[in-house]
C-alpha cells in the first residue's frame, strides 16, 4: 500500500512532469476511480494548468489554475507514470491526463481501490476527511497535545489519521522502535522526553524513508523494517531470522495490536 513516502515520491515526480502544464484532454479509461462525475472531472481540468503540488498523509493534491484541487488518493496499489504513445502506456491506466507538451500522465491502479476526486481547497478537503495535520509537520509539542491525555494504546493512536495524517502500519512499528517505546504503552503515561523522542523518531522515519524513494532495502541496517516479514518477493530485508538489530541475538517478536501485524523488540520496547 503506498504510505506517505511514496505519496510524496509521487507528488515529486507529479511537480516535475505536470507544473506549469496545461492539461488538454482527460482519458477514461474505468470511472471505477473516479469519485467525480466524469464530466464534472472533465470540465473542471480540460484546459486547466497546473499551478503547483501538494500532499497531506496519503493524499497528493494538483492545485489548478481555477482555485481548485484535484485530489489523488493511491488505495492499496495506486502509482503515477508518464508516456507520449497509447502502446506505451502502463499497465493497469485507469485514467491518463493529456498535456499540452504531448506527455500523457498515468494513475494506475491495479486493484483500483485509488481514488481521484475534485476539492475546493486542500483545506476544505483536510476538513471534510478529518485528517489530522502532517506527520511531517506536526511538531513534538503538538504531538503531545494530541496524544497526552488519551489512555488508548499508542500504535492504534499513531495510525489514527484524524490524529496525524500519513503513519501506516509498517511505519509505526519503526518509529516506535526507533523511539524505543512499546505500542501498548498507554499514550497519557509518556513524559515530555519521550514525545520529543517520538517525534524525532517519525521525521527520522519518514525522511529516511523519501530520502531512498520508499525503497525499503535500501534503508540503515538499523531499521527494524529488515527484520519484518513480508508476503512476497520484494522482501526489504535480508534479515531472514528477524532479530533485533541492535540485540543481534534477541528475536523479534510478532504480536497482534489493534488487529494489525506489529513487531518489537522486547529488550528495546519494555512494556512500561
Excluded at 503540488?53 to 495506486?78: A, I, W, Y
Excluded at 504531538?143 to 495524517?165: C, E, N, V, Y
Aim: glycine fraction near 6%; charge should be neutral.
Amino acid at each position: 500500500m503506498p504510505e506517505l513516502p511514496e505519496v510524496e515520491t509521487y507528488r515529486r515526480f507529479l511537480e516535475e512532469v505536470m507544473l506549469h502544464q496545461t492539461i488538454a484532454a482527460l482519458e477514461v479509461k474505468d470511472a471505477h476511480v473516479l469519485a467525480v462525475e466524469e464530466d464534472t472531472l472533465r470540465q473542471a481540468l480540460v484546459g486547466r494548468t497546473v499551478t503547483g503540488t501538494s500532499r497531506l498523509g496519503k493524499n497528493c493534491f494538483l492545485l489548478l489554475d481555477s482555485g481548485q484541487v484535484l485530489v489523488l488518493h493511491f488505495g492499496m496499489t495506486g502509482d503515477v507514470g508518464a508516456y507520449r504513445d497509447e502502446p506505451d502506456a502502463p499497465r493497469f491506466t485507469r485514467v491518463a491526463f493529456h498535456l499540452g507538451s504531448g506527455l500523457r500522465v498515468a494513475f494506475i491502479d491495479p486493484r483500483k481501490f485509488g481514488r481521484i476526486r475534485l476539492a475546493d481547497s486542500v483545506s476544505q478537503y483536510q476538513s471534510a476527511k478529518k485528517l489530522g495535520p502532517d506527520a511531517l509537520d506536526i511538531s513534538a509539542a503538538e504531538l503531545q497535545a494530541r496524544l497526552g491525555k488519551r489512555k488508548t494504546f499508542l500504535k492504534p493512536l499513531l495510525l489514527d489519521q484524524g490524529i496525524t495524517a500519513g503513519l501506516g502500519n509498517w511505519i509505526v512499528d519503526e518509529v516506535l522502535f526507533q523511539a524505543r517505546l512499546h505500542p501498548e504503552r498507554a499514550a497519557h503515561t509518556l513524559t515530555t522526553p519521550d514525545f520529543e523522542a517520538l517525534h524525532a523518531a517519525v521525521q527520522l522515519v519518514l525522511s529516511t524513508a523519501i530520502q531512498h524513494e520508499a525503497t525499503y532495502r535500501a534503508f540503515p541496517a538499523s531499521f527494524l523494517i529488515h527484520a519484518r516479514e513480508w508476503d512476497d518477493s520484494a522482501t526489504p530485508g535480508t534479515n531472514q531470522h528477524q532479530y533485533c538489530p541492535r540485540h543481534t541475538t534477541t528475536k523479534i517478536d510478532k504480536t497482534y495490536v489493534g488487529g494489525r501485524a506489529t513487531y518489537t523488540c522486547p529488550i528495546c520496547q519494555p512494556p512500561s
